[in-house]
């Protein structure tokens, strides 16, 4: 399973992103999806997460009023909507696949096993 996200840039504080993961060599729909992101010096850490079918999304406490994420099966691609961005959220964003059981093992990396290359948004004040 092969992951490409894209869609980051640089941007001021206070505007918005849309990242994009396409993924290709796999059953999509089979894949709880997740975006994760790190920053120099720093562990990498959950940001969003959403189910096979779209039915459930997780967000961490810092974005979930900010973020949204979302995912087209038919396009086998997810995505993660960043309004409102603060010079925090700066960092190397990665997408993420893997069959997570239960929900609350979806803010941990190691229970993705597909990665992307990770697309850098960095946000000036």
């Known amino acids: 399973v092969q992951l490409q996200a894209s869609g980051g840039g640089l941007v001021q504080t206070g505007t918005s992103l849309s990242l994009s993961c396409a993924t290709s060599?796999?059953?999509?729909?089979?894949?709880?999806m997740g975006w994760f992101r790190q920053s120099p010096g720093r562990k990498r850490e959950f940001v969003a997460s959403?189910?096979?079918?779209?039915?459930?999304?997780f967000l961490r406490n810092s974005v979930k009023d900010r973020f949204t994420i979302s995912r087209d099966n038919a396009k086998n691609t997810v995505y993660l909507r960043a309004n409102g961005l603060i010079p925090e959220d700066t960092a190397v964003y990665y997408c993420?696949?893997?069959?997570?059981?239960?929900?609350?093992?979806?803010?941990?990396?190691?229970?993705?096993?597909?990665w992307g290359r990770g697309t850098q948004v960095t946000v000036s004040s």
């Open positions: 993420a696949a893997g069959v997570v059981e239960p929900d609350a093992a979806v803010g941990l990396a190691g229970t993705y096993t597909y």
């Open positions: 060599g796999g059953t999509f729909s089979d894949f709880t």
């Open positions: 959403i189910s096979k079918s779209g039915d459930r999304a």
